[in-house]
């Protein structure tokens, strides 16, 4: 029965996969004969089925290609089943249509191509996932849409092929007879489609495992890391691309085929065996998990920086191989220590702006600087230059390095003609990467030391702040030097920071020479204010202009302007670094025609040199010229322009000292002439005086003789006159007494004391004491009086006359006099005695101080009028003033001076 074949078959089948060198044995099972021939049957089809199998696996271990082994899967399942048409088409990744890689039999499929399932009975095959089987393609309505491809083929069997449950594609078998498949044809495709798709689970399997080799060979290959591999035996496995050229470094040529030789026979340096030699077994072991450390390869084409690691390949945690990297690390180095480099540029920027910025003078700063700078470049030297703003050229300020006795041509850079010049010019700098000494834009002179000196390379950088320049940094190198950006901006700043540093420096200076300028000349005029000696002031005027103004040769002449000779006054010349004074003899001297001198007095303006090596400034005061002051420079040197408005002003200030000074003199001298004149006049006055008085006494004598003896002879009309005579004579008396006492205040007994002015008012007030109590005068006086210094009786006068004028010349019912003093500030009091009077017309303030000044007739107020001439007398003496202030009917006040004691006699 079909059913019990089905089960014998299914047995059968069983049997046979699990014995399979031995099918015979199955024979003993078969129970009948015709049974036995079947099986027999069944049983060659299987053994042609497995044959057929084993040819297919053993074509499919050959090759990896689909066609090769669809062919020969197809050819033979054509030996295994008759049929017109075999193809095995491959599910493409659409699912849309099938890619067929054999095809027997049917000429429009003898191509490989691709299909659209649409067109195929594999549509249904893989959309019911089974086997279809096509009796009649005319006959069946299912397939007739597809019937019109099959070109004559009357049936057709559809096998799918799957895989762990995926369709794969299918195996489809044809003939032009119609009903020529049944099942035991699905039968005997089961195996063969079983092992396609075996086959093709392995094929893609292999592609993918061999792509993705590929991939990492190529990814190895493509990477300049040297990478080699080893098994744990130390046997090469792998080497990549870059491992060739660095075998070739060391020299070897070859293109050998490193696999499963001994990494220590063929590593080609010794460090890096002993360098692995060391780590290997630890890292085999497990004790070490990695190993990573820097080599330096010397290669012909220079060194080369390996940063070289081995890596463990572990399996199943189990290390099976080292993994080897040399990663070329050369660029990175350089890029570090360049960084290096450039952060420690940095830093000395950082100090060489923070020091300029800190010091004042240009050489301290520079000094400071430079050698950092110097240190930081690896320069074998560096000269600054800065600019000269009155010739133009570039002095050398500072540097090192260099023999400045040997090469004196260094000192001087014509701004025009040379390579530093040029710099400064253009503010742009210039960097010379080697051999400067062939440089043409240097000056030849310099090329040649630059060449004696062996130096290679040179910097220029402009010193500039803002848009000004300074001068110029050369730096000097003694190898080839490339710049590079970054170094370049870094000088530049350095320039910059230098350029503004010298700029404030400068205006420090400017400033500090202004501060001192003025200083000095403060001092001077203190100086020559101070003294009233002709000498003295040139003197004084030498002292400070050396100090400010540096010369060779310093003159002083006067001159005068009526006679038109000048006489010289100081003459200093410095010889040797001294100051020697050229003796004058005050003789006066010839002017020389258009000497420095006439120019001087005849433009009565200042005269400089064109060369401003000399300079004449007249001393002119009130539009009159005195002298002439006259000062030459060293050799070499010239006077800038605030050299010589210092001379200005302090030809200035000694001109109006100098006349000051002859002021004083003619002052004094016509004082002393005064005082002598005066003292002519006391002496004659009192000598009149003395000599009038002896006939005015025998006058008055003989008159009363007369007047007792003679009273009975002369008539009453005579004895009248003689009542006048004698009382003319009284008066007469008392004006040559006046006289005398004015007189005698110049020619004191006594000599200057310390003493109270409370003690000569008491006396005072004493001998008053009846005439204030009868009157009712009302004295007003403060607590207490001070002390001064001068003549007790002198001064008792001063204060007995002013008192005593303030009650006589008083009408008021309450007479009022009041007496006080006031501290000042120099070295005197001023005192001040006030009444209530009758006052003073201002027109007369002057007048009542001259001796037998009176405003009033002497019936209303007796008196001779001498009183104030002779207070006024006193209190000059004293080296005091005196004088008053009244209003008419209200009163006056008289204000004098008295000097105090001097102090020592204080302290005593
Ligand atoms: P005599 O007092 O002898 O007149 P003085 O020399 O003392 O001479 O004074 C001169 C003149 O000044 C006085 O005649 C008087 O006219 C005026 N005089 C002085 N003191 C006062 C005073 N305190 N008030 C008003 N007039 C005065």
Redesign the pocket.
């Known amino acids: 029965t079909k059913h019990g074949e089905n089960i014998a078959v299914s047995l059968s089948t069983t049997l046979l996969r699990n014995q399979l060198g031995e099918p015979i044995a199955m024979l003993n099972i078969a129970r009948n004969i015709s049974e036995r021939t079947r099986l027999m049957k069944v049983l060659e089809n299987r053994n042609k089925q497995i044959e057929l199998i084993n040819r297919i696996i053993v074509k499919a271990n050959q090759t990896i290609n689909f066609r090769e082994i669809f062919e020969i899967v197809a050819q033979e399942i054509q030996t295994l089943i008759p049929c017109d048409d075999v193809n095995i088409g491959v599910l493409n990744p659409d699912g849309a249509s099938l890619k067929i890689y054999s095809a027997i039999g049917k000429e429009s499929l003898s191509e490989i191509g691709i299909i659209p399932l649409e067109n195929s009975i594999s549509k249904f095959s893989i959309k019911e996932r089974k086997p279809i089987i096509v009796n009649d393609f005319l006959a069946e309505e299912k397939y007739r849409s597809i019937a019109s491809y099959k070109q004559g083929l009357g049936a057709q069997l559809s096998y799918p092929i799957t895989l762990k449950g995926k369709i794969f594609g299918t195996i489809n078998i044809g003939t032009k007879e119609p009903y020529t498949f049944f099942d035991e044809h699905i039968e005997m495709l089961h195996p063969i489609a079983q092992q396609i798709g075996f086959i093709i689970d392995r094929i893609l399997l292999f592609n993918k495992v061999s792509e993705d080799s590929a991939y990492v060979r190529n990814l190895l290959d493509s990477i300049d890391s040297i990478v080699y591999t080893v098994d744990n035996q130390l046997r090469i496995q792998e080497v990549n691309i870059a491992w060739y050229s660095f075998m070739k470094d060391f020299g070897i040529e070859t293109m050998e085929d490193y696999h499963g030789k001994a990494l220590f026979d063929v590593l080609p340096n010794e460090q890096l065996k002993i360098m692995f030699q060391n780590v290997i077994d630890q890292i085999l072991n497990g004790s070490m998990r990695i190993f990573s450390q820097e080599f330096i390869h010397r290669s012909s084409k220079g060194d080369i920086v390996y940063n070289i690691t081995i890596n463990p390949m572990v399996i199943n945690q189990k290390v099976v191989g080292l993994v080897f990297t040399h990663n070329d690390i050369t660029a990175l180095k350089k890029s570090e220590a360049e960084l290096k480099k450039s952060n420690e540029q940095l830093l000395a920027l950082h100090e060489i702006s923070t020091l300029v910025s800190s010091s004042r003078e240009v050489n301290i700063m520079l000094n400071e600087a430079i050698p950092i700078l110097r240190n930081n470049t690896n320069a074998a030297g560096i000269i600054v230059y800065l600019l000269e703003s009155d010739s133009n050229d570039l002095i050398l300020t500072y540097q090192i390095g260099f023999d400045k006795e040997e090469f004196p041509t260094i000192f001087n850079l014509p701004i025009s003609a040379s390579a530093t010049g040029h710099v400064v010019v253009t503010k742009k700098p210039l960097y010379i990467s080697d051999k400067v000494y062939l440089d043409e834009r240097m000056i030849p002179a310099n090329r040649e030391i630059l060449k004696r000196l062996n130096l290679d390379a040179m910097a220029l950088i402009p010193l500039v702040s803002k848009d000004k320049v300074f001068g110029a940094l050369d730096i000097f190198y003694d190898h080839p030097h490339v710049f590079s950006n970054q170094e370049k901006q870094i000088l530049m700043l350095v320039g910059n920071q230098l350029g503004v540093a010298i700029e404030n420096s400068l205006l420090y200076d400017e400033l500090r020479s202004q501060v001192q300028r003025l200083t000095v000349l403060y001092q001077l005029s203190q100086e020559l204010t101070s003294t009233l000696n002709i000498d003295q002031i040139f003197e004084v005027v030498y002292k400070y202009v050396k100090q400010v103004i540096p010369f060779q040769m310093f003159r002083i002449d006067l001159y005068n302007e009526k006679t038109k000779i000048k006489t010289p006054i100081l003459n200093v010349e410095k010889i040797n670094g001294e100051d020697i004074f050229v003796t004058t003899l005050s003789q006066p001297t010839s002017i020389a025609i258009s000497s420095a001198i006439e120019n001087v007095l005849r433009n009565r303006n200042i005269y400089q040199s064109s060369d401003k090596h000399l300079i004449a400034v007249p001393m002119i005061s009130k539009n009159v010229i005195l002298g002439i002051i006259l000062i030459e420079a060293e050799n070499g040197m010239c006077y800038s322009g605030t050299h010589i408005q210092l001379l200005e002003s302090i030809s200035n200030l000694t001109a109006i000292a100098l006349e000051k000074a002859r002021l004083y003199e003619e002052t004094l001298q016509k004082s002393i002439e005064i005082e002598k004149r005066n003292k002519e006049l006391d002496d004659f006055t009192y000598v009149v005086s003395h000599d009038l008085k002896e006939p005015l006494i025998s006058v008055e004598g003989f008159s009363r003789i007369l007047q007792l003896d003679y009273k009975d002879i002369i008539q009453a009309e005579g004895k009248e006159y003689l009542d006048s005579i004698v009382g003319a004579t009284k008066r007469m008396k008392g004006l040559i007494d006046d006289l005398l006492s004015l007189s005698r205040v110049s020619r004191p007994t006594e000599s200057f004391k310390e003493f109270s002015i409370k003690e000569i008012l008491d006396d005072i007030l004493n001998d008053i004491e009846f005439t204030i109590k009868q009157r009712r005068i009302e004295l007003i006086l403060p607590d207490d009086f001070p002390t001064v210094f001068g003549n007790i009786t002198q001064i008792k006068i001063v204060f007995r ?1 002013l008192i005593g ?2 009650i ?2 008083n009408k008021s019912p309450n007479p009022k006099v009041e007496i006080g003093f006031q501290n000042t500030e120099n070295n005197h009091y001023l005192f001040y005695v006030k ?1 209530n ?4 017309d201002k027109e007369f303030y002057d007048k ?1 101080f001259l001796i037998f ?4 007739r002497r019936e209303e ?1 007796e ?7 002779i207070v006024k007398k006193i209190i000059e003496l004293h080296n005091g003033k005196i004088w008053v202030e009244s209003e008419l009917g209200k009163g ?1 006040t008289f204000y004098f001076t008295l000097p105090k004691p001097p102090i020592n006699i204080i302290k005593d």
Do not use: E, M, P, T
């Open positions: 006359n004028n303030a006589k010349f009444d009077g009758i006052g003073i009542i000044q009176r405003l009033h107020y008196g001779s009028g001498a009183g104030l001439a006056s």
